[in-house]
């Protein structure tokens, strides 16, 4: 995911502009790869969900961009998200990756904005879309 990905991610949940510091995004960002390499595409996705949350670019939203950004790199990258909607908030709380919320698919023959889209119809209700 680019930091325009993730811009772009953020205006399709909001109503209203939403103050960001671009550094920060970028950072955020960045902690795809932050762990060394970018052959673990699970790892990749948890290490740019947690930067969002922990590291927080966005006066708002943080959470709701992580997981479509999550959800949206999984797809992009051929797995699928599989967590039920009343686990969503805990799952924020502390996010993981384990076989039991991602699953190998190949399925999925998008872009990331569509990507986005198909985790934001799955989730839209758990994240108060």
Do not use: C
């Not at 950004?69 to 686990?87: H, I, K, P, V």
């Amino acid at each position: 995911l680019t930091v325009q990905d993730v811009l772009w991610t953020q205006s399709q949940t909001s109503s209203k502009p939403v103050e960001f510091r671009h550094t920060v995004l970028e950072e955020a960002v960045y902690h795809q790869y932050g762990y060394g390499g970018s052959h673990d595409v699970l790892a990749q996705a948890l290490e740019f969900v947690k930067a969002m949350i922990r590291l927080k670019p966005f006066d708002e939203g943080n959470e709701i961009v992580a997981f479509l950004g999550f959800g949206a790199f999984l797809l992009l990258n051929g797995y699928s998200l599989d967590l039920a909607e009343q686990d969503v908030a805990g799952w924020l709380k502390s996010p993981y990756v384990g076989p039991d919320i991602v699953k190998p698919s190949t399925h999925f023959h998008g872009g990331v904005r569509e990507a986005v889209a198909a985790t934001q119809a799955v989730y839209a209700k758990a994240l108060g879309l």
